[in-house]
């Protein structure tokens, strides 16, 4: 799993876990950086320096040791690798929204409900029949029909 | 006096706060012309400050009736304060919603729910900060340990005096300037207070707000500029670009005021889940569940009390004391028959479904407030969706193999207004214990020894249900796409007791209130027919009114078999309680033994004309009291006759098509016959593989 050290400038990357102590975690969340937050990378590490990242209108300097301590996925790297409905996700992995399809009231609905693009979600269980599935996304757990599910394309963490 | 809109997301605990604030002062109704409920009640101890409890909403898009139910009120007959109520242990998706709110420009205060279990997850909201960032009052308080309500009644009344003012969220400079455009070209249509409002509602391209507010042709023109701009910047779609706006300032909220521990812990609530709703064990559980509900609502202490109250009270107690009274009065025999038999036995066939809608809904209560009810919807959805019902629908259906009543009663706990109509009109075609003797008559009667009957009944109801899921979804009335399933599974907790009482005090009340007067007329007036003839002398049945109309309506009947004005008359009779249907055919065919009576009828009927009067009366008009409980829940009379017009329809079609078709299997052929085959049989497969789905643009214009 790659870590916020390997940044490069101007890429945008999503927080897909922060390891570490406790004390950590929440310090950084009270930042606003925690786990599915984007991110842009302004100014890599160079020589043992720590890196710039910005997000949600702050800029922040985060140490090189800190660094090593954010899992990321790089969105740029990411625009190569083709995206997949929903559907084909396998229980308990995570994805990233890219894109939502379907008429405008089901497409307005889960956006409502916070699956916007780039928003990190997770399939959490599916129903003993097969249909529905629980996903845990925004902190809390939302259920939809396969069939909504096909008209989610993500892209693999 | 000032009316306060309570607003909030589903499973925000609004009922419980609502409960909490106004007591026992509450009024239970529904929208107009929807089955959506409507609460209102005055404050306690406060008549000055009324309280209204908008449908638990996401958003306020125009897509789901809630949402457009609530959104319409907001805009249109603006409530003095919105309180705003949210759990703070889920506050992200809640403020998206207070986002919304708030743009309507409306006073609004802010409630966070849930505190204590915040504070038990170590995790803390800066209120300080909060008020600050959006200029609005927030109120931590927890409705159901009752923390702080006094708090937010005080916040609530300083409101109501001085109400207070905000500015609007500010969102991206670039998306701002774009929505400060079109509210240039759209001010001179809607009031500067609504601007805002209009002006994103423009951006979102709202369909509903097009059609309302009439732009000339040019200012159509610049507006969609104006957004196709936009969107080529964003490089997204106009609606998109607003709900990321309104995320992306809750996520600043979110960043600067809570103080959290953002890995996701497995808490008991998912533990639950992992048992209740795991692959192996979801389905047990949940028939155990279901047989636990059934067996104590239908089964004993529902059933014990209905019993009690119709064999005992208004069986026994009540007449004798009353024929007593009567006599020592010397009352006249008419009038002694209207008071026993019409009054009494009226108000005793409302009353005698007390005991079970209370058991009923002391049960559903549980579920529901406990949290499994949402499992239910998620472990059986995938079933019933294929018959386009909701996976709640099963609690309507099985409930109503008991009795019709509460198991229409019980469609309240399916949020979908369309799945809840469908399963309102389809649920009564469940055989109820009260065509349980039905069913038993003619099997006994026709078909000694052969088993096959009584399977063939349900089986018969249940082919009902399903074929008419599809049939009806293909209608203008159900039409358009599915709505999407998507739904919280909110976290599981202890059913708290002053909830459910109130659950159940509620569904009692409102059906003695409003189903009570319906069905207490028709039985009335049933019981007039069949006891007058049309000199107003009182008769037996078999010289009354009701004879007459039965003879009228007899041929009717022909075609499947029974065309006999004793059977007509059971069948009408059977509309006061379908156990009527025996007890009249005994009355009418006038035999005192049980096996003379068995003769008459075998002589007079094929075994399958009785089958098609099963069939007919299986599948036909519920009894009263279910039509009068479709009204409640309907709230809406032509629904009520739509769904008893089609059921009788649905009846007389598919006996005719048994009937006619045995007819032929056993070798009468008759021009009549195979007419009467093949349009039966034709009709079913139109409805259920040739016709189409009808376009649902029209269904769209109802609110």
Same mark, same amino acid.
């Given at each position: 799993?790659?870590?916020?050290?390997?940044?490069?400038?101007?890429?945008?990357?999503?927080?897909?876990?922060?390891?570490?102590?406790?004390?950590?975690?929440?310090?950084?969340?009270?930042?606003?950086? #925690?786990?599915? $937050?984007? =991110?842009? +990378?302004? /100014?890599?590490?160079?020589? %043992?320096?720590?890196?710039?990242?910005? &997000?949600?209108?702050?800029?922040?300097?985060?140490?090189? #040791?800190?660094? $090593?301590? =954010?899992? +990321?996925? /790089?969105?740029?790297?990411? %625009?190569?690798?083709?995206?997949?409905? &929903?559907?084909?996700?396998?229980?308990?992995?995570?994805?990233?929204?890219?894109?939502?399809?379907?008429?405008?009231?089901?497409?307005?609905?889960?956006?409502?409900?916070?699956?916007?693009?780039?928003?990190?979600?997770?399939?959490?269980?599916?129903?003993?029949?097969?249909?529905?599935?629980?996903?845990?996304?925004?902190?809390?757990?939302?259920?939809?029909?396969?069939?909504?599910?096909?008209?989610?394309?993500?892209?693999?963490? | 006096?000032?009316?306060?809109?309570?607003?909030?997301?589903?499973?925000?605990?609004?009922?419980?706060?609502?409960?909490?604030?106004?007591?026992?002062?509450?009024?239970?109704?529904?929208?107009?012309?929807?089955?959506?409920?409507?609460?209102?009640?005055?404050?306690?101890?406060?008549?000055?400050?009324?309280?209204?409890?908008?449908?638990?909403?996401?958003?306020?898009?125009?897509?789901?009736?809630?949402?457009?139910?609530?959104?319409?009120?907001?805009?249109?007959?603006?409530?003095?304060?919105?309180?705003?109520?949210?759990?703070?242990?889920?506050?992200?998706?809640?403020?998206?919603?207070?986002?919304?709110?708030?743009?309507?420009?409306?006073?609004?205060?802010?409630?966070?729910?849930?505190?204590?279990?915040?504070?038990?997850?170590?995790?803390?909201?800066?209120?300080?900060?909060?008020?600050?960032?959006?200029?609005?009052?927030?109120?931590?308080?927890?409705?159901?340990?009752?923390?702080?309500?006094?708090?937010?009644?005080?916040?609530?009344?300083?409101?109501?005096?001085?109400?207070?003012?905000?500015?609007?969220?500010?969102?991206?400079?670039?998306?701002?300037?774009?929505?400060?455009?079109?509210?240039?070209?759209?001010?001179?249509?809607?009031?500067?207070?609504?601007?805002?409002?209009?002006?994103?509602?423009?951006?979102?391209?709202?369909?509903?707000?097009?059609?309302?507010?009439?732009?000339?042709?040019?200012?159509?023109?610049?507006?969609?500029?104006?957004?196709?701009?936009?969107?080529?910047?964003?490089?997204?779609?106009?609606?998109?670009?607003?709900?990321?706006?309104?995320?992306?300032?809750?996520?600043?909220?979110?960043?600067?005021?809570?103080?959290?521990?953002?890995?996701?812990?497995?808490?008991?609530?998912?533990?639950?889940?992992?048992?209740?709703?795991?692959?192996?064990?979801?389905?047990?559980?949940?028939?155990?569940?279901?047989?636990?509900?059934?067996?104590?609502?239908?089964?004993?202490?529902?059933?014990?009390?209905?019993?009690?109250?119709?064999?005992?009270?208004?069986?026994?107690?009540?007449?004798?004391?009353?024929?007593?009274?009567?006599?020592?009065?010397?009352?006249?025999?008419?009038?002694?028959?209207?008071?026993?038999?019409?009054?009494?036995?009226?108000?005793?066939?409302?009353?005698?479904?007390?005991?079970?809608?209370?058991?009923?809904?002391?049960?559903?209560?549980?579920?529901?407030?406990?949290?499994?009810?949402?499992?239910?919807?998620?472990?059986?959805?995938?079933?019933?969706?294929?018959?386009?019902?909701?996976?709640?629908?099963?609690?309507?259906?099985?409930?109503?193999?008991?009795?019709?009543?509460?198991?229409?009663?019980?469609?309240?706990?399916?949020?979908?207004?369309?799945?809840?109509?469908?399963?309102?009109?389809?649920?009564?075609?469940?055989?109820?214990?009260?065509?349980?003797?039905?069913?038993?008559?003619?099997?006994?009667?026709?078909?000694?020894?052969?088993?096959?009957?009584?399977?063939?009944?349900?089986?018969?109801?249940?082919?009902?249900?399903?074929?008419?899921?599809?049939?009806?979804?293909?209608?203008?009335?159900?039409?358009?796409?599915?709505?999407?399933?998507?739904?919280?599974?909110?976290?599981?907790?202890?059913?708290?007791?002053?909830?459910?009482?109130?659950?159940?005090?509620?569904?009692?009340?409102?059906?003695?209130?409003?189903?009570?007067?319906?069905?207490?007329?028709?039985?009335?007036?049933?019981?007039?027919?069949?006891?007058?003839?049309?000199?107003?002398?009182?008769?037996?049945?078999?010289?009354?009114?009701?004879?007459?109309?039965?003879?009228?309506?007899?041929?009717?009947?022909?075609?499947?078999?029974?065309?006999?004005?004793?059977?007509?008359?059971?069948?009408?009779?059977?509309?006061?309680?379908?156990?009527?249907?025996?007890?009249?055919?005994?009355?009418?065919?006038?035999?005192?033994?049980?096996?003379?009576?068995?003769?008459?009828?075998?002589?007079?009927?094929?075994?399958?004309?009785?089958?098609?009067?099963?069939?007919?009366?299986?599948?036909?008009?519920?009894?009263?009291?279910?039509?009068?409980?479709?009204?409640?829940?309907?709230?809406?009379?032509?629904?009520?006759?739509?769904?008893?017009?089609?059921?009788?329809?649905?009846?007389?079609?598919?006996?005719?098509?048994?009937?006619?078709?045995?007819?032929?299997?056993?070798?009468?052929?008759?021009?009549?016959?195979?007419?009467?085959?093949?349009?039966?049989?034709?009709?079913?497969?139109?409805?259920?593989?040739?016709?189409?789905?009808?376009?649902?643009?029209?269904?769209?214009?109802?609110?």
């Amino acid at each position: 799993m790659a870590t916020l050290i390997n940044g490069k400038t101007n890429h945008k990357y999503i927080v897909t876990k922060i390891t570490g102590e406790h004390a950590l975690t929440i310090r950084l969340a009270e930042m606003g950086l #925690s786990t599915g $937050k984007v =991110i842009t +990378v302004v /100014s890599p590490t160079k020589n %043992e320096s720590g890196l710039v990242i910005y &997000l949600a209108g702050q800029r922040l300097a985060i140490s090189v #040791s800190l660094s $090593k301590l =954010i899992e +990321v996925t /790089s969105l740029d790297e990411q %625009e190569n690798t083709s995206p997949v409905p &929903l559907t084909d996700i396998s229980i308990h992995n995570s994805c990233i929204i890219y894109q939502l399809n379907g008429d405008k009231a089901v497409r307005k609905r889960l956006m409502d409900m916070g699956l916007t693009r780039n928003t990190l979600i997770q399939v959490y269980h599916i129903a003993p029949l097969g249909d529905p599935i629980e996903l845990q996304v925004r902190g809390y757990k939302l259920s939809i029909r396969k069939s909504e599910a096909t008209q989610i394309l993500v892209k693999k963490v | 006096m000032n009316l306060i809109a309570l607003a909030g997301n589903q499973n925000s605990g609004k009922t419980t706060l609502f409960n909490e604030l106004t007591g026992t002062n509450q009024y239970v109704g529904n929208w107009p012309g929807v089955t959506v409920e409507k609460k209102m009640g005055h404050l306690k101890n406060d008549k000055q400050l009324m309280l209204l409890d908008l449908p638990g909403v996401y958003s306020l898009s125009p897509y789901t009736l809630e949402e457009r139910i609530s959104r319409k009120y907001l805009i249109e007959q603006p409530p003095d304060i919105i309180l705003n109520i949210l759990d703070s242990t889920n506050l992200e998706r809640n403020l998206y919603l207070s986002l919304q709110l708030m743009e309507t420009g409306l006073p609004i205060v802010l409630a966070l729910n849930m505190w204590d279990l915040l504070k038990k997850q170590k995790r803390t909201i800066n209120l300080k900060k909060m008020e600050y960032l959006l200029s609005v009052p927030v109120i931590p308080l927890s409705a159901v340990k009752k923390e702080n309500i006094s708090g937010l009644v005080t916040q609530v009344k300083k409101a109501a005096q001085e109400p207070p003012k905000y500015t609007y969220p500010e969102y991206d400079n670039r998306l701002e300037s774009a929505l400060e455009m079109i509210s240039q070209q759209i001010q001179d249509h809607v009031a500067p207070s609504k601007l805002r409002w209009y002006a994103i509602k423009f951006f979102e391209r709202d369909e509903k707000v097009i059609q309302k507010i009439k732009l000339t042709s040019h200012q159509q023109q610049e507006v969609e500029d104006i957004i196709t701009t936009a969107e080529n910047i964003f490089a997204e779609s106009s609606d998109s670009i607003i709900v990321n706006a309104r995320y992306d300032y809750v996520a600043q909220i979110m960043a600067m005021c809570v103080i959290d521990r953002n890995d996701f812990q497995m808490s008991l609530s998912d533990k639950i889940d992992r048992i209740v709703t795991n692959k192996w064990l979801a389905l047990p559980i949940f028939v155990l569940v279901m047989w636990l509900v059934y067996y104590l609502s239908i089964q004993t202490i529902g059933t014990f009390g209905t019993d009690w109250v119709n064999d005992v009270l208004f069986g026994q107690w009540i007449p004798d004391i009353t024929s007593d009274l009567l006599n020592t009065w010397h009352v006249s025999a008419w009038m002694k028959g209207l008071i026993l038999n019409g009054i009494i036995g009226g108000v005793g066939s409302v009353l005698g479904f007390v005991p079970q809608i209370m058991m009923l809904f002391f049960c559903l209560g549980l579920l529901e407030d406990c949290g499994y009810m949402a499992r239910i919807a998620f472990v059986m959805d995938r079933i019933f969706h294929r018959f386009n019902l909701s996976g709640k629908s099963f609690i309507p259906m099985l409930i109503s193999t008991g009795c019709g009543v509460p198991g229409i009663m019980a469609t309240r706990t399916i949020e979908s207004e369309k799945d809840r109509k469908m399963t309102i009109m389809l649920t009564t075609f469940m055989p109820c214990s009260a065509k349980l003797t039905v069913i038993a008559m003619i099997s006994g009667t026709f078909f000694t020894q052969q088993s096959w009957v009584a399977p063939s009944a349900y089986f018969i109801s249940m082919l009902a249900v399903v074929g008419s899921g599809i049939f009806l979804k293909k209608t203008r009335m159900f039409a358009g796409p599915p709505q999407p399933f998507v739904m919280e599974l909110p976290a599981y907790h202890f059913p708290r007791a002053s909830n459910i009482l109130h659950y159940v005090w509620s569904r009692s009340k409102s059906f003695v209130q409003k189903a009570g007067t319906i069905i207490f007329a028709s039985c009335f007036i049933i019981w007039f027919l069949s006891n007058f003839n049309w000199q107003m002398h009182m008769v037996d049945q078999n010289h009354s009114i009701l004879k007459s109309i039965g003879s009228v309506i007899a041929p009717i009947f022909a075609p499947l078999g029974f065309g006999d004005w004793r059977t007509t008359v059971a069948t009408l009779a059977g509309l006061i309680a379908k156990e009527n249907c025996v007890g009249t055919l005994r009355l009418t065919f006038g035999s005192n033994s049980a096996q003379s009576f068995v003769q008459t009828l075998t002589s007079t009927f094929t075994p399958m004309a009785g089958y098609a009067f099963l069939v007919f009366n299986l599948l036909s008009a519920p009894c009263f009291a279910a039509i009068g409980t479709m009204y409640k829940e309907y709230g809406d009379k032509r629904w009520t006759v739509r769904a008893v017009f089609y059921q009788t329809c649905l009846a007389y079609i598919v006996a005719l098509s048994i009937y006619q078709c045995w007819l032929i299997l056993v070798g009468n052929f008759t021009t009549t016959n195979i007419l009467y085959a093949t349009m039966g049989v034709s009709l079913i497969i139109y409805g259920l593989v040739v016709k189409k789905e009808k376009s649902s643009v029209k269904k769209q214009a109802l609110i």
